[in-house]
């Protein structure tokens, strides 16, 4: 067997009113959508960073820097992309990721499946290797009030 690394990222963003909201790749339909550099996908770049963490590479900051115009407006889906082959050339393939993201709207277990493929395309790994959940911050704090949203990752890797 080889080395198996773990892996913690966070990500935060606060919502703004007509704004596109963007969450495992997929455009939600909200009053009020994530703001940030890229595309403010909270649940990726929480993935990013825990396989980022996990091979010991630093953050997503560091890498995709927010004052950088490269990465203005990008899909996190290539941000994904680019961490997938930069632990790769590290010698590690993914185990599995699992997810959590916190938010008080919109519900988005209907849109599980179809962040699965996105982020299983992405990452090059199975549907099956990604777990995403969801809950509510039971109306309490920013997450309560509809300010911001919030997404945890853990993952596994390891290094054949």
């Not at 940030?36 to 770049?45: E, M, R």
């Not at 990013?48 to 010991?56: P, T």
């Not at 004052?67 to 997938?84: A, E, F």
């Not at 993201?101 to 099956?128: F, G, R, W, Y």
Request: glycine share 10%; with cysteine; aromatic share 6%.
């Amino acid at each position: 067997m080889g080395k198996i690394k773990v892996g913690f990222g966070f990500d935060v963003h606060q919502l703004r009113e007509q704004h596109p909201f963007v969450l495992g790749g997929v455009n939600l339909q909200h009053h009020a959508g994530a703001y940030g550099h890229s595309d403010a996908d909270v649940l990726l770049h929480a993935i990013c960073d825990a396989l980022l963490g996990a091979a010991n590479m630093r953050d997503i900051g560091f890498h995709f820097s927010n004052t950088d115009n490269r990465w203005k407006g990008i899909s996190s889906l290539i941000l994904l992309q680019h961490v997938v082959e930069l632990i790769k050339e590290k010698g590690f393939s993914i185990g599995n990721i699992d997810a959590m993201v916190c938010l008080e709207a919109p519900k988005i277990n209907p849109h599980i499946p179809a962040m699965k493929v996105h982020i299983a395309k992405a990452a090059s790994i199975s549907e099956d290797d990604i777990s995403i959940k969801a809950t509510t911050n039971e109306q309490l704090g920013f997450i309560g009030r509809q300010e911001g949203v919030v997404a945890y990752a853990v993952c596994l890797i390891e290094r054949e």
